[in-house]
């Protein structure tokens, strides 16, 4: 006979891949209160909340300035423009990323160059170093793609050797360290999604753009709001890319839960580690040494990828496939984007094998273990 108690539906309940509803539930009073002040404060764009959020922000990173905006296409988008790159200019990122990366690039005016992933789903840097050496490059845009550092150690060298600009996109790593250092700080600037899935989310879009220099902080705030100068005279061309104020409140309140939420992930991560170490045909992710992997996504690769995540959503556990297509691969980029020499069969063959397991900070062990359990049997089908 079926539990029809509140805690026999609750351990039967579908268990979602991601879940912004829960992390909003976990600070609702905090939040609806941010709300509300805001709300009475009269002020709703670009006011006193988005300032305090910036600071705050800029604080916990490590940097002098950070600069709010509207989403993170926006933050790689007006840091492009604020470094200079413009129509003509090549830009190197990844295949396997989020669309937005490339988007971005091509809104600035730019020319994707597209480089091959290595075994972390990081910018493989022999490959970016070959693709250097044929084209002109003038910025990269390494992806901490899943929440894991890219070998910065490595791109700072080779990119400073030929006076090549570093956008870091951290859109999937608010928090990641390499080394001793957050990500975020190695570049010239670094952008930032505030979507409601990301580890630091509002409860709509958002961005946030950060780095150490002034005068690139000042190009974004003013590129942020029709380049406006003093007097509200568009010194510049710009955009209307403005963080509101009720997003910038909520990411305050959540922005002080941020690196317990990135621990809990952590334990979720080395639970599911451990306990599917051994399951046959399973690929667990890889950790790149002397890092601080933040697990936005926890992905596993499976040969029979497509079955396995149907036959989980049969025992109630949601997955992700993140991401199905290579840029370069899809309808809007086909041809359209040149790729470093060889081709990306690693980019590749990750779109065909990677699937993203449940992990958000509010997951109880208790779906941890129905999510394990649901892996193992599954697997042991195929």
Not at 235 to 259: C, F, H, K, M, W
Request: hydrophobic fraction near 40%.
């Amino acid at each position: 006979m079926p539990d029809m108690s509140e805690e026999g539906r609750a351990r039967d309940a579908p268990i979602a891949q991601n879940s912004p509803g829960a992390a909003y539930l976990a600070q609702q009073s905090d939040i609806d209160a941010a709300i509300a002040r805001v709300l009475a404060s009269g002020h709703y764009v670009l006011g006193s909340e988005v300032s305090a959020f910036e600071r705050e922000f800029a604080d916990w990173l490590g940097v002098t300035h950070a600069v709010g905006v509207a989403s993170g296409t926006d933050a790689l988008l007006l840091s492009l423009k604020a470094l200079g790159i413009g129509p003509g200019d090549l830009v190197a990122t990844v295949s396997h990323t989020a669309v937005a990366t490339v988007a971005a690039i091509e809104l600035a005016g730019a020319q994707p160059v597209l480089v091959d992933v290595d075994q972390g789903y990081g910018m493989d840097m022999a490959h970016l170093e070959a693709t250097l050496r044929l084209l002109p490059v003038k910025a990269v845009i390494p992806v901490h793609l899943y929440g894991q550092p890219v070998a910065l150690d490595r791109l700072m060298q080779i990119t400073a050797t030929r006076d090549i600009a570093v956008l870091e996109d951290c859109s999937q790593a608010h928090g990641a360290r390499f080394g001793d250092r957050p990500v975020g700080c190695f570049g010239a600037l670094a952008a930032y999604s505030l979507y409601p899935t990301k580890n630091l989310g509002g409860i709509g879009d958002g961005g946030i753009v950060a780095g150490n220099s002034r005068e690139r902080a000042e190009a974004v705030r003013a590129l942020r709001q029709y380049g406006w100068g003093e007097a509200r005279s568009s010194d510049r061309p710009g955009y209307n890319s403005r963080l509101d104020e009720i997003q910038a409140a909520i990411l305050r309140v959540r922005l002080t839960r941020l690196d317990a939420d990135n621990s809990r992930r952590r334990t979720i991560a080395a639970t599911y580690d451990e306990r599917l170490k051994d399951v046959p045909g399973l690929g667990r992710p890889w950790r790149r040494p002397d890092t601080l992997h933040v697990f936005h996504q926890y992905v596993v690769t499976h040969a029979a990828r497509d079955s396995l995540q149907a036959r989980l959503q049969d025992h109630g556990v949601q997955t992700g496939v993140h991401y199905p297509c290579p840029v370069h691969h899809q309808p809007a980029y086909r041809g359209r984007v040149a790729l470093g020499p060889g081709g990306l069969p690693n980019s590749e063959r990750a779109a065909a094998s990677v699937l993203s397991l449940p992990i958000f900070p509010q997951m109880t062990d208790q779906q941890v273990s129905r999510v394990i359990t649901a892996v193992i049997t599954c697997c042991a089908t195929l």
